[in-house]
């Protein structure tokens, strides 16, 4: 994550953060114990980030904020209530989302991040691949009556998802059904920019191949708004059945 944050935006954020936790916590006690809830370490003596100290030992949490990552930093900043207006904070929670329930997912997100400022082209494509995934992944639930044989495009998935959601059903409000089809606009898209603007499908010197990352920060954005937005559908409205446990008695004879 840090290869996508400027270390210009990275100076600035971090005096944003700072001065949002003075305002919340007002002594060094506090933000130590903030801080630290943040911090991780193993019994290799590995830490994700090194808690730096005044000579007073009072936590020194300017170069503190300076020692950590790009992407815990931006999530200190989302839960400080930090407005990060020039960097969009989908992308880390998107990861996470994956890192937990989508590994194949998240490996192939994860490949396209690395590749957006070298290879946009692949990026996008890398992109369009996660997101096919994880509505494969959806749709493996058994209470789903359209069944996936693994060969289905982007826009095939997205279509038999929304209609499993029922979002776009008749007996819907028209805003509702509006977005249901904006969502398969969306991937549409991004599925024929895959296949007709990237090098995933072979292309000439006279084809047109998208090499500017702003476009590929812009899909993978799209990528992980759309997601995202199907992982907390599904959750909420088709939520894991219960496993109810069978309680043995206590006063077993033996």
Avoid: C
């Amino acid at each position: 994550m840090n290869e996508l944050i400027s270390p210009k935006y990275l100076m600035k954020l971090v005096r944003l953060v700072e001065n949002a936790i003075w305002e919340e916590y007002k002594t060094y006690r506090e933000v130590r114990i903030y801080i630290e809830k943040w911090h991780d370490t193993d019994h290799y003596n590995w830490e994700n980030f090194a808690i730096a100290e005044k000579p007073s030992k009072e936590i020194d949490l300017l170069q503190t904020l300076h020692n950590i990552d790009g992407e815990t930093l931006l999530k200190i900043a989302i839960d400080m209530g930090v407005e990060t207006p020039d960097f969009i904070p989908s992308i880390p929670t998107f990861k996470n989302e994956l890192k937990s329930e989508f590994k194949t997912a998240y490996s192939t997100f994860e490949k396209a991040l690395k590749q957006i400022n070298t290879d946009p082209s692949l990026a996008i494509g890398l992109a369009n691949s996660a997101l096919e995934s994880i509505i494969k992944e959806i749709l493996k639930d058994k209470r789903f009556n359209n069944k996936v044989t693994g060969n289905e495009t982007l826009y095939k998935l997205s279509s038999i998802i929304l209609k499993e959601f029922h979002l776009r059903d008749d007996e819907n409000p028209i805003e509702i059904k509006t977005i249901g089809s904006s969502l398969l606009a969306i991937n549409q898209a991004i599925e024929k920019l895959r296949s007709e603007k990237t090098h995933f499908h072979g292309k000439t010197e006279a084809d047109y191949l998208i090499n500017d990352s702003i476009y590929a920060f812009f899909v993978l954005n799209s990528v992980t708004s759309v997601g995202l937005f199907l992982n907390s559908y599904y959750k909420n409205k088709f939520p894991k059945p219960q496993i109810e446990k069978i309680e043995e008695p206590d006063d077993l004879p033996f």
